[in-house]
């Protein structure tokens, strides 16, 4: 009966909290209530928002932070770009023309991941969106 009832939320309530708690609930699920994602030799810690290659810290911006979260999330499954949009920019993604600012993100990403030897590998898929790969 009360099956997943760890959480409650009185009316009224903000839009904001709702969606930051939904986003834990959910982050708790995919990491099995871990705070730290590790891919291959990549270790993504949330709490403070730090990436570390071999244990060397890589500089990454909020975004390209987030997409790579998103990706690591989503490990093995081909993630569309409007999917990564909305996630990263959040609601108001549906009022662009293109998606010209994932590209740039996506881009700085990998050369990020690589210049640091990563065990990771961003796939692109034309026309429909990104993998995150273990070659």
Same mark, same amino acid.
């Given at each position: 009966?009360?099956?997943?009832?760890?959480?409650?939320?009185?009316?009224?309530?903000?839009?904001?909290?709702?969606?930051?708690?939904?986003?834990?609930?959910?982050?708790?699920?995919? $990491?099995?209530?871990?705070?730290?994602?590790?891919?291959?030799? &990549? =270790?993504?810690?949330?709490?403070?928002?730090? %990436?570390?290659? !071999?244990?060397?810290?890589?500089?990454?911006?909020?975004?390209?932070?987030?997409? $790579?979260?998103?990706?690591?999330?989503?490990?093995?499954?081909? &993630? =569309?770009?409007?999917?990564?949009?909305?996630? %990263?920019?959040? !609601?108001?993604?549906?009022?662009?023309?293109?998606?010209?600012?994932?590209?740039?993100?996506?881009?700085?990403?990998?050369?990020?991941?690589?210049?640091?030897?990563?065990?990771?590998?961003?796939?692109? %898929?034309?026309?429909?969106?990104?993998?995150?790969?273990?070659?």
């Amino acid at each position: 009966m009360e099956l997943g009832a760890d959480d409650y939320l009185p009316k009224p309530f903000h839009m904001a909290e709702l969606n930051a708690r939904v986003k834990a609930v959910l982050r708790r699920r995919k $990491l099995d209530g871990s705070n730290l994602l590790k891919i291959a030799n &990549v =270790s993504i810690n949330i709490d403070s928002h730090l %990436v570390a290659v !071999d244990g060397e810290e890589l500089e990454l911006n909020r975004k390209e932070f987030a997409v $790579l979260f998103y990706l690591g999330t989503n490990q093995d499954r081909l &993630v =569309s770009k409007s999917a990564l949009a909305e996630h %990263v920019w959040g !609601d108001y993604i549906d009022q662009t023309d293109n998606f010209d600012f994932i590209y740039s993100q996506i881009k700085n990403l990998r050369k990020k991941l690589s210049d640091k030897n990563a065990g990771l590998e961003i796939k692109a %898929v034309y026309g429909i969106g990104y993998k995150l790969l273990i070659p």
